[in-house]
């Protein structure tokens, strides 16, 4: 498993790794995660080590798993589409929330980022600056959206769609229209409207469960 050696003793940045490695999908579901190769990795005990795999059970990434221990997490396509119907509701108040809190005027370099830089991106396939870009966006409007209740709930729920949303914009044709409906909700935020934002909003993730739905069994 391809987790980086500089973790060392410290819990957060051994926690990020091996979070980035499921979400990325460079450890699959249904991975093991053997806790004496991991915990020699990073050099930690294994009882520091089973603190982030409990972590990350909870955050529903890992389960445990009778008789392998614990392995990466495998949702259903019913369950990923549950947490897509609670994302709907949660990124459309977060989109809210960040147009009514910040000025139209901040959000003009987002704007600009999803214009030529990541329409680059997206001739070129390049699914991985993508989806960095996106980070940025996701980030940006829930510190501008300023609740932190909002903020924990929905990170989990992103974490959950991350890694079959990342096979999907690679098997599909879906970045393009991703790329578009982005587009559409930053210019209602640069607007200041807070109403056509959350509608934009909700109705992006609608389209991204749908296309999921439709491709579930190829992904999944």
Do not use: C
């Amino acid at each position: 498993m391809p987790l980086p050696d500089s973790a060392g003793r410290d819990f957060p940045a051994m926690l990020a790794a091996l979070r980035a490695s499921i979400l990325s999908g460079e450890t699959p579901p249904g991975a093991p995660l053997r806790e004496q190769a991991l915990a020699e990795r990073f050099g930690v005990s294994r009882a520091r080590l089973r603190e982030a795999l409990a972590a990350l059970e909870q955050a529903g990434l890992v389960e445990r798993v009778a008789n392998r221990g614990a392995v990466v997490r495998r949702s259903s396509a019913v369950e990923l589409l549950h947490v897509f119907t609670v994302r709907e509701a949660l990124e459309g108040l977060s989109a809210r929330l960040a147009t009514e809190n910040a000025a139209p005027a901040a959000w003009q370099d987002l704007v600009e980022l999803f214009g030529p830089p990541t329409a680059a991106l997206v001739v070129a396939g390049d699914v991985a600056g993508y989806l960095r870009h996106l980070e940025t966006l996701r980030r940006r409007t829930l510190e501008a959206a300023a609740n932190p209740v909002l903020a924990a709930s929905l990170q989990p729920l992103l974490d959950r769609t991350s890694p079959v949303m990342r096979r999907l914009l690679l098997a599909t044709d879906r970045l393009q229209r991703a790329l578009d409906e982005h587009r559409a909700v930053l210019a209602a935020m640069r607007a200041g409207d807070a109403e056509a934002a959350e509608r934009l909003k909700r109705a992006q993730v609608r389209s991204a469960r749908a296309d999921f739905e439709r491709y579930s069994s190829f992904i999944l």
